[in-house]
């Protein structure tokens, strides 16, 4: 009878412990909706900072007026990995556009076929901060190197004028760099060998 208890105890933990490894394995491997959710939070997160981050070096360098320069590192994690952004977003073929109304935007977008912007709700795959400069240049190819033609920005079809940066292109740490330059015009360029987004405003 004590054999047999113990065997039954011993079969209970084991099976105990194949429920916790499934589950473990479902979540690292992404299987479940449950762990797409909670990494889809974690990019969104991050996504978040990273667009604060530039908004808030933005903001200093309007406030402190012509000829200021300001120059912030922000640590990247999810964003860098294609894999995470496809299973927590349903991305054919991830890419990250950066672009600028009033504030930042840093979209997680397909890089090919049909490209939505949803600014809201359960799709939400565009994050925004404010910044203290206000100017919309969503859609001005002269400032930024890229554009996405046929965009349906929540609604609304517009030709996205951005920096588009695959995943795999993004270092551990991206350098902001952003500068009144009063000589020169507006313009946004990511450098994929050093690692830098450089950002030169030149307000009205």
């Excluded at 079969?11 to 992404?30: D, E, K, N, Q």
């Excluded at 995943?167 to 994929?192: F, Q, T």
Aim: charged residues 15%; hydrophobic residues 45%; proline residues 5%.
């Amino acid at each position: 009878m004590r054999r047999g208890q113990i065997s039954l105890e011993l079969m209970f933990l084991m099976i105990v412990f194949m429920l916790i490894l499934v589950y473990s394995l479902r979540l690292v491997t992404f299987t479940s909706s449950s762990s797409q959710d909670v990494i889809a939070l974690q990019i969104g997160i991050e996504a978040k900072g990273f667009a604060s981050a530039i908004s808030n070096a933005i903001s200093q360098v309007y406030a402190q007026g012509p000829g200021a320069k300001v120059t912030v590192n922000y640590r990247l994690t999810y964003l860098r990995d294609k894999e995470y952004l496809s299973k927590a977003f349903a991305l054919n073929n991830p890419t990250i556009a950066i672009s600028y109304l009033n504030g930042t935007y840093v979209m997680l977008l397909n890089g090919s076929g049909t490209i939505l912007v949803n600014l809201r709700g359960p799709y939400k795959n565009v994050f925004w901060a404010n910044s203290l400069y206000k100017e919309d240049i969503l859609t001005n190819t002269s400032v930024f190197p890229d554009i996405i033609p046929n965009v349906n920005f929540d609604g609304n079809m517009v030709n996205l004028a951005c920096i588009k940066i695959p995943p795999s292109n993004l270092p551990k740490i991206v350098k902001i760099v952003v500068e009144w330059d009063p000589d020169n015009s507006e313009s946004w360029v990511y450098n994929v060998t050093s690692g830098e987004l450089v950002i030169k405003i030149n307000p009205r």
